[in-house]
């Protein structure tokens, strides 16, 4: 099954060589780090959770053309031409399509300890310095301003509302990225977390501060 890892991770690397940097490779090397980390912590099977930290983003629907809850059947595909155990390829399948989130007033599926795990890496390189960069980058290439003060975030009821909704970068801080700290379910990367969404939180107060020209020596 080692083996197997290091295909699936050239695999993947190869394929997500050129996309942008909020979801490129390098996102992908980072949550499966975190990932191995945390299940060095939590416990579940190491090889679930390496492979489906691998293929969380394999199909993503605003890199895919639009096609939601696809990674199940793209890492079928891949899992298979690389001969896994069929029982294995299941657990893995349980797991991409559950990973992301899906609006704040959506409530998270339940599952496997390797989902739980997966997807707190992938929430905990949603937050913090990298999560802030991450969000901007989004925001230029989609051409949304930083801030809108006349524009409120909307807590989205629905998956559809949620990633059909047009809105400035600053709004995604309150839509998601700010709610992700209670939505990590393990205790490994609810450690994690704390600290990534001070800075996160600091670096919203200061840029409304700024943006307020609340300066202190006016
Ligand atoms: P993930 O890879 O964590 O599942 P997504 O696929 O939802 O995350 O998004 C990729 C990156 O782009 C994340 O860092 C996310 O916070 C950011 N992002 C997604 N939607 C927006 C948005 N509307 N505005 C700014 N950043 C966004
Ligand atoms: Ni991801």
């Given amino acids: 099954m080692h083996e197997k890892i290091d295909q699936l991770r050239e695999i993947v690397e190869e394929k997500f060589r050129n996309e942008s940097a909020d979801h490129d490779w390098y996102h992908v090397e980072r949550v499966l780090k975190l990932a191995e980390f945390i299940q060095g912590k939590e416990g579940g099977n190491l090889e679930v959770v390496q492979a489906a930290a691998l293929l969380h983003d394999i199909s993503d629907h605003k890199l895919n053309g639009g096609i939601k809850n696809d990674c199940a059947r793209v890492s079928r595909e891949i899992l298979t031409s690389l001969g896994a155990d069929p029982e294995f390829i299941e657990c893995v399948c349980e797991i991409v399509d559950r990973v992301s989130f899906k609006g704040a007033?959506?409530?998270?599926?339940?599952?496997?300890?390797?989902?739980?795990?997966?997807?707190?890496?992938?929430?905990?390189?949603?937050?913090?310095?990298?999560?802030?960069?991450?969000?901007?980058?989004?925001?230029?290439k989609r051409n949304c301003s930083l801030y809108?003060?006349?524009?409120?975030?909307?807590?989205?009821?629905?998956?559809?509302?949620?990633?059909?909704?047009?809105?400035?970068?600053?709004?995604?801080?309150?839509?998601?990225?700010?709610?992700?700290?209670?939505?990590?379910?393990?205790?490994?990367?609810?450690?994690?977390?704390?600290?990534?969404?001070?800075?996160?939180?600091?670096?919203?107060?200061?840029?409304?501060?700024?943006?307020?020209?609340?300066?202190?020596?006016?």
């Fill in 105 to 140: 007033g959506v409530e998270d599926e339940t599952g496997s300890i390797e989902l739980a795990i997966v997807r707190d890496a992938d929430r905990l390189d949603a937050i913090g310095a990298i999560g802030i960069a991450r969000a901007f980058h989004y925001g230029g």
């Fill in 148 to 218: 809108d003060p006349d524009l409120a975030p909307s807590l989205h009821a629905s998956f559809e509302a949620y990633s059909s909704g047009e809105s400035h970068t600053l709004n995604h801080f309150f839509e998601k990225l700010l709610l992700l700290k209670d939505r990590l379910t393990t205790p490994a990367a609810q450690e994690i977390g704390l600290e990534r969404h001070e800075l996160m939180q600091h670096f919203v107060d200061s840029f409304l501060e700024e943006w307020n020209v609340n300066v202190k020596w006016r």
